[in-house]
Nanobody, 117 residues
Framework: QVQLVESGGGLVQAGGSLRLSCAASGNLFMINRMGWYRQAPGKQRELVASITSGGTTSTNYADSVKGRFTISRDNAKNTVYLEMNSLKPEETAVYYC?????????WGQGTQVTVSS
């Protein structure tokens, strides 16, 4: 099993910044990818950003966050970060950390991000 614990959410004004953290523990063998998703009320969960595991790092971003969000990882700490800048009110959502091992997805409990206008 994989345990994921998110932190760093909160209330921020539009244009502000937040940094989310996701600490992973448990059986992390063959985790292929880590990512951040978000789900706003009444909407489907969507991928925000992802980063591959292993020696070569590859990142992927939703078009809406390119240039403003940065995903990174610290392998020594088994932690993935999401740096979010220039936040918009419509990005208010619960942000979830995800770990993928082949066809299996693991999820954290989520952290609330609220962007006020």
């Amino acid at each position: 099993q994989v345990q994921l614990v998110e932190s760093g959410g909160g209330l921020v004004q539009a244009g502000g910044s937040l940094r989310l953290s996701c600490a992973a523990s448990g059986n992390l063998f063959m985790i292929n990818r880590m990512g951040w998703y978000r789900q706003a009320p009444g909407k489907q969960r969507e991928l925000v950003a992802s980063i591959t595991s292993g020696g070569t790092t590859s990142t992927n971003y939703a078009d809406s966050v390119k240039g403003r969000f940065t995903i990174s990882r610290d392998n020594a700490k088994n932690t993935v970060y999401l740096e979010m800048n220039s936040l918009k009110p419509e990005e208010t959502a619960v942000y979830y950390c995800n770990a993928r091992r082949w066809d299996n997805d693991y999820w954290g409990q989520g952290t609330q991000v609220t962007v006020s206008s």
